[in-house]
């Protein structure tokens, strides 16, 4: 167990729909990364945040879009949904944005669109 | 074109035996090289750290090499049991721009490993 939470575990939804993942950092830790996984493919960085805010995007689509609150629980938005867009979404944690922080992942959420 | 290379894609050994995934990357200016193991469905587990000046770096059966010169790196996992079964990935982290370190990752695609009993 890493300490990072995230859910929902699984999500089904329609194309056309909107869907928000919630991720919870390990305690202490201050940077959030979101990262996307489709089948048979390897990770996607899709953007970063550190203490409440943007520290870095990677190929994050307008469609999608994440904040990291004060409590610094991250929750990222993916609205217009389409059926390329299920995957695994993976939040990790960090205790800073640094080059070599750890980065610890959680449990991921399984999004299903139909 | 990818830029953190991974060979094979697939390997399949027996319980026991010894194997050598390899990493090539072209990102630069380079950081530091990770790698994860990922069990199917779950998170992946950094197994080692190296930056560009080790050589070297173990833990427990799992030795990571590092050539900087080359480009090249090799996770090498020694007496393999049914546990090893997952996929391995290479992650090269860039330079960063400011002080903090923007963290620009460059992943590998993986190498499934299958251990046969």
């Known amino acids: 167990d890493s300490g990072v939470t995230q859910t929902p575990k699984h999500l089904i939804t329609a194309t056309g729909q909107r869907v928000t993942l919630r991720c919870s950092p390990r305690s202490g830790d201050l940077s959030v990364y979101w990262y996307q996984q489709s089948l048979d493919q390897g990770l996607q960085f899709l953007i970063q945040?550190?203490?409440?805010?943007?520290?870095a995007k990677g190929n994050i689509l307008e469609r999608f879009s994440a904040q990291q609150f004060p409590d610094l629980h991250s929750e990222l938005n993916l609205s217009s949904l389409e059926l390329g867009d299920s995957a695994l979404y993976f939040c990790?944690?960090?205790?800073?944005?640094?080059?070599?922080?750890?980065?610890?992942f959680g449990p991921g959420t399984r999004l299903t669109v139909l | 074109k990818n830029q953190v290379e991974q060979s094979p894609q697939s390997l399949i050994i027996l319980e026991g035996k010894n194997c050598t995934l390899q990493?090539?990357?072209?990102?630069?200016?380079?950081?530091?090289l990770r790698w994860y193991k990922q069990d199917t469905g779950r998170g992946p587990v950094s197994l080692t750290i190296m930056t560009f000046s080790e050589n070297t770096k173990s833990n427990g059966r799992y030795t990571a090499t590092l050539d900087a010169d080359t480009k090249q790196s090799s996770l090498h996992i020694t007496a393999s049991q049914l546990s090893d079964s997952a996929s391995y990935i290479c992650?090269?982290?860039?330079?960063?721009?400011?002080?903090?370190?923007?963290?620009?990752?460059?992943f590998g695609t993986g190498t499934r490993l299958t251990i046969i009993p």
């Open positions: 992650v090269v982290r860039l330079v960063g721009i400011s002080n903090f370190g923007n963290e620009k990752l460059t």
């Open positions: 945040y550190y203490n409440g805010e943007e520290r």
């Open positions: 990493c090539n990357y072209t990102v630069s200016p380079f950081s530091n």
């Open positions: 990790a944690s960090s205790v800073r944005d640094r080059s070599y922080n750890e980065q610890f």
